[in-house]
């Protein structure tokens, strides 16, 4: 379990297809306190750690299934793309945003972005089959990053992202056009269940 506060700014640094496709990721968490077979979110997505080292730097290697691949934006990883990173929840851990599992429900795309003070308002597009869990001040994860929904249009909603957030996670680089993991809240999933069985 994660909270979707990012604490890492990782940087692809190797993709290898063996089956399933391999990638090594440079990281600022010293890595002797990395276990092999520890679960790290990157953008969001809970990876496997199958591998470490720290020559030149510290790093990290996961493995990716097909399915992880089809089911976010993995696909468009290349060497040198910055990702959000966060490790598993300890008990006693400070829950500082909202639970979130890192198993991505789908791809939602940048469709506006534009500034609002020293903040800037980004403008998603969430897949048909998500926007309904999706709620104006309910909780959103994306590329592993726990937000407020501001308000919703149909399968578009908005939020604002703060410089210091822009400062220390990816969202600093990203651009209209772009692909972003999407996790529903939890709650939301599991009332939106309750209704279909007529248990609300």
Same mark, same amino acid.
């Given at each position: 379990?994660?909270?979707?506060? @990012?604490?890492?700014?990782?940087?692809?640094?190797?993709?290898?297809?063996?089956?399933?496709?391999?990638?090594?990721?440079?990281?600022?968490?010293?890595?002797?306190?990395?276990?092999?077979?520890?679960?790290?979110?990157? /953008?969001?997505?809970?990876?496997?750690?199958?591998?470490?080292?720290? /020559?030149?730097?510290?790093?990290? /290697?996961?493995?990716?299934?097909?399915?992880?691949?089809?089911?976010?934006?993995?696909?468009?990883?290349?060497? #040198?793309?910055? &990702?959000?990173?966060?490790?598993?929840?300890?008990?006693?851990?400070?829950?500082?945003?909202?639970?979130?599992?890192?198993?991505?429900?789908?791809?939602?795309?940048?469709?506006?972005?534009?500034?609002?003070?020293?903040?800037?308002?980004?403008?998603?597009?969430?897949?048909?089959?998500?926007?309904?869990?999706?709620?104006?001040?309910?909780?959103?994860?994306?590329?592993?990053?726990?937000?407020?929904?501001?308000?919703?249009?149909?399968?578009?909603?908005?939020?604002?992202?703060?410089?210091?957030?822009?400062?220390?996670?990816?969202?600093?680089?990203?651009?209209? #056009?772009?692909?972003?993991?999407?996790?529903? /809240?939890? &709650?939301?999933?599991? @009332?939106?269940?309750?209704?279909?069985?007529?248990?609300?």
């Amino acid at each position: 379990m994660f909270t979707g506060i @990012v604490t890492d700014l990782g940087e692809v640094i190797g993709l290898e297809q063996q089956g399933d496709l391999k990638a090594r990721i440079a990281t600022a968490y010293p890595v002797a306190g990395i276990a092999i077979g520890a679960s790290i979110a990157c /953008d969001g997505c809970c990876l496997t750690v199958i591998a470490k080292g720290a /020559d030149p730097r510290g790093w990290f /290697d996961v493995q990716i299934s097909a399915e992880s691949v089809a089911k976010t934006n993995i696909a468009g990883w290349s060497v #040198g793309k910055r &990702l959000n990173l966060e490790r598993a929840l300890k008990v006693g851990d400070e829950l500082g945003g909202h639970i979130v599992s890192g198993h991505v429900d789908g791809v939602a795309e940048i469709v506006g972005m534009r500034d609002e003070g020293d903040s800037t308002r980004f403008t998603f597009r969430a897949p048909t089959a998500l926007a309904g869990f999706i709620a104006p001040k309910g909780s959103v994860a994306l590329n592993g990053t726990s937000l407020t929904v501001n308000e919703v249009n149909g399968a578009e909603f908005g939020v604002n992202i703060i410089p210091h957030t822009k400062s220390v996670t990816n969202w600093g680089q990203a651009q209209v #056009g772009d692909l972003v993991n999407i996790e529903i /809240d939890t &709650l939301a999933r599991y @009332v939106a269940r309750l209704r279909e069985w007529g248990g609300a």
